[in-house]
C-alpha cells in the first residue's frame, strides 16, 4: 500500500511536471504567451500601417516571432518603407524590425 502512493505520487508529479513543460519557449517555438503577445503585437502593426494613407496593407505583410516584427511586400518608395518600419518600432512589445519591404 505505502509503495502503491509513492509510484501515485510520482507519476502525478511527472505528469504535471511535463504538462508545465508543454507551456514553455524554445529557440524555435514560442509559449503560448508569447504567441498571443506576438498576436497583438502584429494586429497593432497592420492597424497602424492600414490607417496610414501612405502604404497599404494589402501589399503588406506583418509576422512577430518573439518580439521580432517581419516587414516584407512592397511599397511605393523608400520613405514608405521607412514609414513602416517606424510604425512597427513604435508599437510597445517590439523588440526589433526586420524590414524586408521591396521598393517597386
Given at each position: 500500500m505505502k509503495i502503491s502512493k509513492i509510484?501515485?505520487?510520482?507519476?502525478?508529479?511527472l505528469l504535471l511536471a511535463t504538462s508545465l513543460a508543454g507551456c514553455t519557449s524554445t529557440r524555435t517555438q514560442a509559449s503560448t504567451g508569447e504567441y498571443i503577445d506576438d498576436?497583438?503585437?502584429?494586429?497593432?502593426?497592420?492597424a497602424l500601417i492600414y490607417d496610414d494613407p501612405e502604404l497599404k496593407i494589402g501589399q503588406v505583410s506583418v509576422k512577430t516571432f518573439k518580439g521580432v516584427v517581419q516587414l516584407s511586400g512592397f511599397v511605393n518608395s523608400k520613405?514608405?518603407?521607412?514609414r513602416a518600419a517606424a510604425l512597427a518600432k513604435s508599437v510597445k512589445g517590439v523588440e526589433r524590425v526586420?524590414?524586408?519591404?521591396?521598393v517597386k
Open positions: 509510484i501515485s505520487g510520482f507519476l502525478i508529479a498576436s497583438v503585437v502584429t494586429s497593432s502593426v497592420k520613405q514608405a518603407a521607412d526586420d524590414n524586408s519591404l521591396i
